[in-house]
């Protein structure tokens, strides 16, 4: 199997073909599986909760994968072997591919298919943050889970579950809704005070909302999750208090200065899962992304 991922040619579809075949078995013996099972089960297997970021900024990609036809496909095959042993999921942010246009999507679209015939077993988050009115979402949803294949996406709430609707109707697929986000400027609207009409003593913050809202009334068929940055450790602990035990992708760890030591107090749910852990920038374009992925996954276990 080796040599034929190295020898993987893009443009060779009937090779794609081919291995897909070899996969189906597989992939029909998961049908059965709901899309939480599937990352429960790599997170076990692999004793890991690491999500790998594939952010590949263009204008950062190593000089020695520029000569390639096609960049950040051959920078992404790349960390993908090198950092997949630790991998329970991978997540790539679609803007990255998206700036450059038909190109950035093709070599999207051959990361994918590449992933999906080799490493069939590993969690797909595509980071898109979508959300629109029903027909439109339609076409995100036709797009990212069933053309890119993706096992999940991130999708914001301000619409409304309506709205959402077309995500959450597919059992099949992942719906991970932006709660608590890291980014500094967060507090802008998530930290908002909410008060019931004609009861000023109960009011709320609109990440607690939010996090009700998705576990007690979107989440009827066991497909949500919710964004919660690992820079907000307090607010984490909260969350999981009023969501069970659903699982949380949490952002913010390397390069936004989050702690895995607070995020596995606060976040792990009562099956000793329930957090896909991110790190990006801070592995892909570290000096040796191999070593930085082990030394993440193995700082994780410590805790597990």
Known sequence: MATEK???????????????KLTAVKSDNKSKMSILDKYNKRAKEINSLLCVGLDSDYKKIPDRFLTNEMPQFAFNKWLIEETQEYAAAFKINIAFYEARGDQGLKELKETMEYLRVYYPDIFLICDSKRAD????????VNELFDWFGFDAITLHPYLGGE???????RKDKGCIILCRTSNPGA???????????????????LWQIVAEK???DWNKNNNCMLVVGATYPEEMKKIRNIAGDMTFLVPGIGAQGGSVAEVMKAGLNSQNLGLIINSSRGIIF???PKKEAQRLCEEIRRFM
Not at 8 to 16: C, I
Not at 133 to 140: K, L, R, S
Not at 163 to 169: E, G, H, K, S, V
């Open 214 to 216: 998705v576990y007690y």
């Open 187 to 205: 507090g802008e609207l998530q930290d908002l005070e909410l008060r019931k009409p004609f009861n000023s003593a109960q009011s709320k913050q």
């Open 286 to 288: 570290s000096e040796n």
């Open 163 to 169: 709205a959402l609707q077309p995500f959450l109707d």
């Open 6 to 20: 190295n020898s993987w040619n893009p443009k060779s579809k009937l090779e794609l073909i081919v291995l897909s």
């Open 133 to 140: 009115i029903g027909n439109t979402n339609q076409g995100y």
